[in-house]
Antibody
Framework: QVQLVESGGGLVKPGGSLRLSCTASGFDFSDYYMAWIRQAPGKGLEWISYITGTTSTTYYADSVRGRFTISRDNAKKSLYLQMNRLRAEDTALYYC??????????????????WGKGTTVTVS | DIQMTQSPSSLSASVGDRVTITCRASQSIDNYLNWYQQKPGRVPKVLIYAASSLQSGVPSRFSGSGSGTDFTLTIGNLQPEDFATYYCQQSYSPPRTFGQGTKVEIK
C-alpha cells in the first residue's frame, strides 16, 4: 500500500527549531521527487519545497528559503524538513507529498499524487 | 515567482449544476497546470494534471482545459461529494505555486 506518514510536529517558541520526517512505504522512494506543502489554519495550500530523487537537487519558496532545509535518505525511504528560526506565521499543518512525473521523455509534468495526513507545527 | 489567481474565490451551486472555475497564471506556463480537490479536514487529492489529463480514479464529470496563462476546471453534473475547495497549481517552474482556492458550496 502506497503511504506517506509525517511525524515531528509540535509546539515550539519563536526562533526555535523543529525537524519533520516523512516515511514512505509501498513504492520505490528513490524514483520520485518529494515535496513539502503546508496549510495554515483556515488558509490555502502553500508549496514550500521539493527535492529530486537521486541527485537531491532542492528548491524552496521565498518564505522559507534560508531557514528551512529539505533532505532525504533513500535507504531509509525518508524525507525530512529541518525548520530553523521559526516564526508565528510558520504555524500550519505540514504535508509531505510524492511528485509523480508524466511525460514523453522530452517534457515531464509533475503533480502530487500521494499525500500524507500531515503533522501540525505551532509556533507560539 | 509565478502567481496563480483563481476565480471566483467561492461559489454556490446546486446538485446537478455545471460548475466552472478559472485559474490564471502571471506568465505562460504552457500546460503545466494541476487541479486539486480538498474536502474539510481531508488531504488534498489531485484531479487533473498537465491541464487536461484526468487522474486515475477521478470521475469523468471533472475536466480541465487551457494552455498558456488561462485554465479552466469544469465539473459537469455536480454531485454532493463535490462540495469542496479546489486549487490550481503550476508545475512549470519552482516554486510550484498554488492558487488561493475556490470553495464550492451548496446552494
Amino acid at each position: 500500500q502506497v503511504q506517506l506518514v509525517e511525524s515531528g510536529g509540535g509546539l515550539v517558541k519563536p526562533g526555535g527549531s523543529l525537524r519533520l520526517s516523512c516515511t514512505a512505504s509501498g513504492f520505490d522512494f528513490s524514483d520520485y521527487y518529494m515535496a513539502w506543502i503546508r496549510q495554515a489554519p483556515g488558509k490555502g495550500l502553500e508549496w514550500i519545497s521539493y527535492i529530486t530523487g537521486t541527485t537531491s537537487t532542492t528548491y524552496y519558496a521565498d518564505s522559507v528559503r534560508g531557514r528551512f532545509t529539505i533532505s532525504r535518505d533513500n535507504a531509509k525511504k525518508s524525507l525530512y524538513l529541518q525548520m530553523n528560526r521559526l516564526r508565528a506565521e510558520d504555524t500550519a499543518l505540514y504535508y509531505c507529498a510524492r511528485e509523480r512525473a508524466y511525460g514523453d521523455g522530452h517534457s515531464y509534468f509533475y503533480h502530487m499524487d500521494v499525500w500524507g495526513k500531515g503533522t501540525t507545527v505551532t509556533v507560539s | 515567482d509565478i502567481q496563480m489567481t483563481q476565480s471566483p474565490s467561492s461559489l454556490s451551486a446546486s446538485v446537478g449544476d455545471r460548475v466552472t472555475i478559472t485559474c490564471r497564471a502571471s506568465q505562460s506556463i504552457d500546460n503545466y497546470l494541476n487541479w486539486y480537490q480538498q474536502k474539510p479536514g481531508r488531504v488534498p487529492k489531485v484531479l487533473i494534471y498537465a491541464a487536461s489529463s484526468l487522474q486515475s480514479g477521478v470521475p469523468s464529470r471533472f475536466s480541465g482545459s487551457g494552455s498558456g496563462t488561462d485554465f479552466t476546471l469544469t465539473i459537469g453534473n455536480l454531485q454532493p461529494e463535490d462540495f469542496a475547495t479546489y486549487y490550481c497549481q503550476q508545475s512549470y517552474s519552482p516554486p510550484r505555486t498554488f492558487g488561493q482556492g475556490t470553495k464550492v458550496e451548496i446552494k
